[in-house]
């Protein structure tokens, strides 16, 4: 029964850093219906300038590490997404995937096999809660992922740039009428996503894990699957899309020894398995809206 | 000292050294006579290598060529294979098997053999058309299935001898009784399985259980694994894992209270840049690994050849050891030519004649001993050695344990 | 005068194009002909792509029913050994059995591809790829598990097959089989309706086009198209592993399909599957003229490998921001400027070819 209960509430730290993962890739879908195949190296490049600037001052390094990626964020999407205004969004998500693999290269040019430590206050302390003994950066990563993604609901709900980015989902009209145009729309929605890439960043390459190294580039890859089983057009979905994932992950890696004859490895194979299931019942995720076919 | 045996030594210097001279001359009388296959001139002798250096395993594969380079460059000047000078022709697969197989077909005719292949799917697609070809292969990978007994040979023990070596080794150490426990954390694959296989045969020699837990390439939380191991209070655990993941899997085995020595399956889990973060001291005291290879810092004549060749060389590739290794696969593989040309046949199927009759070959400690004739599947080499990771020194590891073999090694028909 | 050159033009191209596949082994040497031999290989797969993105549905899966050819003709094909079970079959039938089995997968999955629009198709097709290589490392008798399995030279009619001369006619002449069957498709009544989608998809149906049937379709054709592009892959490589069918695989016949033009099927993708496998090697022979990339492992400068990865994602971003018809239609333009100028004709006007069924903004 105790070990349950830390499965879940490790699963659910883990769950917390998918979903703020998944997140990034939602808010720049649900603003411009493109998947950011480059959300991955942004993490990696976010999370690289803070941990060679954390010697320094930890808390100004993140600073620096989110300005970085924000400015990048924003050229990306002023160079290469405006340019591409009006096209096919199947195009401009292809084009991301061309973006991800410049980006990575010069990443293992750069980075290679360093390992930096993110020198955040956490450290390796522990933390103690309903008797589970926990990693105290781990903790943090899920109360960060909640902050964030309540923060993220109210704005969308209450605030008049919120409003303008749910009305982008249903109409792109609407929400010009409304004085923001779509391509400053975008470039927020690409910030954002910035942003959150460098915060996922650092929290994953906390303890336990021993920091930042090429590795990170590719396990963004592996929050899809959380942001396409809550919505990809739904922020609160991404969040909770993490957290089942999550969870479920560290519920099948937990009891394998039960689930041998589902082969090694399984739980890497379970996050698809699960979306392709959800996909099958519910093509818009558990928390999207379907969409409307129009001529 | 009595000075007539210095001038006794000195003659018989001389007198090899003349001797030597003769029998493989530069562009001498018997270097023509020796018969010739592809890649072997009057004066060059070249053999390929394929690696890996711009891809995941794109570092260690510079510094197994930059080991190679180093042993090429000093055996050149000093006379060189045959008297003729070696040449590496590099091929970068970027660690996909279908580039591996265009380089491999792009170089075959223009070398006299491989002289290393990084990638265990590589060197698996490869190997029946390597065999067809009749070139010595040997593969950085160190799985039974490729030792044919014909044209391969791994710089080292097989993975399940190693980890037969080390477990039984950390079972002592722990004083681990029977109807004890004892773990592996492992990676699903090739490699994988032979770790696990050597763990569950040294469980069954001491009457030992297995906790196991499979780990993938993308996982970052062990919170699963550690529970199992600790559930099982399994007291030495086997792991094979990419570097950062063990320092993940250490530092949680840490805060679990889990009290176990954790084995490495090899020193490619580890990266000494490890030592700089804060699994640091966990490392440090709670990690050992089985090797068949030298460390960087080993304190070995043959290690320090290689540490002045490098330092000479002026090299930016990172001192670890990997370079070792790859010096002493180049040392083996010119060992075999050398002596193919001493039989008088550089054409491939003289030189697996040689070498499937060869006597062991010794590296200086480098590697362990290896010996081609034991057959298909038979582990070469049978000797792991332990190591301790020590910030201290370059390369972040130190040898604790000098080359040995386990009584299960010994009588488990390996 | 125009037709008789219009008439000539359609015949010496294709002559020519045949003349080069035959005499090519004669041309080059081992190395580059098993280059060129994996480029239409995976051409071949490129076009399966490539008539699945012009029914709006993208896949990333591809590597998935390559591996689905790949491993099957491996079990039929290869005798039974060790650890391995295998059937022994002769090669034209295993062959034939491995693209039906790819094709099968496909027909499998198809009702995903008609229910999810092309973006969430694309992150689903993308869990196949995990999902197949979990079982090629798990069903150990049927693919050999993490070492995968060795295949004998394949043997038609009394020949055997093993040398690089002999694979590169094979696969050529497959290649161009197949190549031709896609055109024809593509022009007949498929590519009509296909043409007609268009208009957009609920437009289509109003004309009585079954666009659920063409979607499924697509994709049944699509994963033969890679089932067979797979076994043929085995086939040259004599082996089968599960590295071999990575999400990087996948990525780079999209990348392919991309730069050599979506629009136009099967010029594009063979132009970008020819374009993907030769450039890394072409970078790593001249390697010596750029300054920048260092001529071996040890040099200052990156790898040439590693340039080639940095100029493939500029292409891919350029391609698209410039000319979304990729390669094929800028040769195309080319061509037809040059025409226009050797006949000195005024009156032409060039007819936009990226018009495709994607190149819209769908909301």
Same mark, same amino acid.
């Given at each position: 029964m105790k070990e349950l209960a830390f499965f879940l509430l490790s699963g659910a730290a883990l769950g917390g850093l998918y979903g703020l993962l998944a997140l990034g890739f939602v808010v720049i879908y649900k603003a411009t219906h493109v998947l950011n195949f480059a959300h991955g190296s942004f993490v990696l490049l976010g999370a690289y300038v803070v941990a060679r600037f954390s010697s320094w001052s930890f808390w100004g390094a993140l600073a620096i590490g989110v300005l970085v990626t924000v400015v990048l964020a924003l050229l990306a999407e002023r160079l290469l997404i405006r340019t591409m205004a009006g096209r096919a969004v199947l195009s401009v998500t292809i084009m991301t995937v061309g973006l991800d693999i410049v980006l990575l290269t010069a990443a293992r040019t750069e980075i290679n096999t360093q390992l930096l430590p993110t020198r955040d206050p956490w450290g390796d302390k522990q933390v103690v809660l309903l008797g589970l003994v926990m990693p105290q950066a781990r903790l943090v990563a899920l109360l960060v992922s909640i902050v964030v993604a309540v923060s993220f609901f109210i704005w969308l709900r209450y605030s008049r740039w919120g409003l303008a980015f749910r009305a982008a989902t249903e109409k792109r009209e609407a929400a010009a009428l409304m004085g923001i145009g779509l391509g400053t729309l975008s470039a927020l929605a690409w910030a954002i996503a910035g942003a959150l890439a460098t915060v996922s960043g650092v929290l994953l390459a906390t303890y336990p894990y021993p920091g930042v190294n090429l590795d990170l580039g590719t396990i963004a890859l592996a929050a899809l699957p959380a942001a396409v089983i809550g919505g990809l057009e739904s922020a609160p979905g991404a969040i909770i899309g993490g957290l089942i994932v999550g969870i479920g992950q560290i519920l099948v890696q937990g009891y394998q020894e039960y689930l041998t004859w589902l082969g090694a490895g399984f739980h890497e194979v379970f996050t698809f398995g699960l979306m392709l299931l959800v996909l099958l019942v519910r093509p818009q995720g558990l928390f999207g809206q379907k969409e409307i076919v129009r001529a | 000292m009595r000075p007539s045996s210095l001038v006794t030594r000195a003659a018989i210097g001389a007198i090899g050294a003349v001797l030597t001279l003769t029998a493989c001359g530069s562009g001498g009388g018997s270097a023509d006579a020796v018969k010739a296959g592809p890649g072997v001139s009057a004066h060059t002798i070249r053999i390929g290598h394929l690696t890996d250096l711009s891809g995941p395993f794109g570092t260690v594969g510079k510094a197994f060529l930059d080991g190679a380079e180093l042993f090429v460059k000093d055996r050149n000047a000093h006379g060189g294979v045959c008297g003729r000078d070696l040449e590496l022709v590099v091929e970068d697969h970027g660690y996909d098997v279908q580039r591996a197989v265009t380089s491999y077909r792009k170089v075959k005719n223009d070398v006299i053999g491989i002289e290393s292949i990084l990638g265990g799917g590589m060197a698996n697609a490869l190997l029946p058309e390597l065999t067809k070809d009749k070139q010595l292969a040997s593969p950085l990978t160190w799985t039974s299935s490729l030792i044919n007994g014909g044209n391969v040979f791994l710089t080292g023990a097989t993975y399940e001898v190693q980890m037969v070596n080390a477990m039984s080794w950390a079972a002592d150490n722990r004083g681990v009784q029977k109807g004890d426990t004892i773990g592996f954390v492992g990676l699903s694959g090739e490699v994988g399985e032979a770790v696990l296989a050597g763990v569950e045969r040294v469980a069954e020699d001491r009457g030992l259980k297995v906790a196991k837990a499979f780990i993938a390439p993308t996982d970052t939380d062990f919170t699963g694994p550690i529970s199992t191991l600790t559930k099982a209070h399994a007291k030495v655990v086997a792991v094979i894992s990419t570097p950062p993941q063990l320092a993940t899997l250490m530092s949680s085995a840490d805060s679990a209270s889990l009290d176990a020595l954790w084995v490495g399956a090899?020193?490619?889990?580890?990266?000494?840049? /490890? /030592?700089?973060?804060?699994?640091k001291q966990v490392l440090e005291d709670n990690l050992v690994i089985g090797s068949g290879q030298a460390p960087w810092a080993a304190d070995s004549k043959a290690a320090q050849k290689v540490r002045d060749l490098y330092k000479k060389s002026g090299s930016k590739v990172a001192p670890q050891s990997s370079i070792m290794t790859g010096y002493a696969q180049a040392e083996i593989f010119a060992a075999v030519l050398e002596k193919a040309c001493q039989d008088g046949d550089l054409t491939r199927e003289g030189i697996l004649k040689t070498f499937q009759s060869m006597d062991p070959v010794d590296t200086g400690g480098l590697v362990s001993t290896l010996d081609f004739?034991? *057959? =298909? *599947? =038979?582990?070469q080499g049978l000797e792991t050695a332990i190591l301790k990771p020590t910030s201290s020194v370059d390369g972040g590891l130190q040898q604790v344990q000098a080359a040995f073999t386990s009584d299960e090694v010994k009588n488990g028909g390996y | 005068m125009r037709d008789q050159l219009r008439l000539s033009s359609s015949t010496v191209v294709p002559a020519a194009v045949v003349l080069i596949l035959v005499l090519l082994p004669f041309v080059l040497d081992d190395g580059w002909l098993t280059v060129s031999t994996l480029a239409l290989v995976l051409g071949i797969a490129a076009i399966g792509l490539s008539l699945l993105y012009s029914t709006g549905q993208l896949s990333l899966g591809h590597a998935f029913f390559m591996a689905i050819g790949g491993y099957s003709y491996g079990f039929l094909a290869a005798p039974s050994g060790e650890d391995v079970l295998g059937l022994g079959l002769p090669a034209p039938v295993a062959l034939v059995i491995a693209v039906a089995t790819a094709g099968f997968c496909g027909l499998l999955f198809s009702p995903i591809g008609s229910r999810l629009g092309g973006l969430p198709l694309a992150v689903a097709t993308l869990g196949l790829v995990f999902l197949g290589h979990h079982i090629a490392l798990n069903a150990g008798p049927v693919t050999g598990g993490a070492r995968g399995r060795l295949l004998e030279p394949i043997g038609l009619g009394g020949l055997v097959l093993d040398d690089s001369r002999s694979l590169w006619w094979l696969v050529a002449a497959v290649t161009a089989v197949v190549a031709l069957l896609a055109h024809r498709l593509m022009s007949g009544r498929v590519g009509l309706s296909l043409r007609a989608l268009h208009g957009g998809e609920l437009f289509a149906g109003t004309m009585g086009i079954d666009v659920r049937r063409r979607k499924a379709g697509a994709f049944v054709v699509s994963s033969m198209y890679a089932g067979l592009s797979g076994a043929l892959f085995s086939v040259v490589s004599g082996a089968v592993v599960p !590295?071999? $069918?990575?999400l990087t695989l996948s990525l780079n016949i999209l990348i392919m399909i991309v730069l050599g033009g979506t629009g136009l099927v099967v010029v594009g993708s063979l132009v970008g599957a020819v374009l993907i496998t030769v450039l890394p090697e072409l970078l790593r022979e001249y +390697? %010596?003229? $750029? &300054? $920048?990339? +260092?001529?071996? +492992?040890?040099? !200052?400068g990156i790898s040439p490998s590693s340039a080639a990865q940095f100029v493939y994602g500029v292409a891919v971003i350029a391609i698209l921001i410039a !000319? &979304? %018809?990729g390669l094929a239609v800028l040769a195309q333009r080319a061509g037809r400027s040059v025409r226009r100028r050797l006949r000195g004709d005024e009156h032409d006007t060039v007819v936009p070819i990226a018009d495709h069924p994607l190149e819209r903004n769908h909301t």
């Open positions: - | 090899s020193p490619s889990i580890f990266s000494p840049s /490890l /030592l700089d973060g804060p699994a004739t034991r *057959g =298909k *599947g =038979k582990s | !590295e071999t $069918f990575d +390697a %010596g003229l $750029f &300054p $920048f990339i +260092a001529p071996d +492992a040890l040099s !200052e !000319e &979304p %018809g």
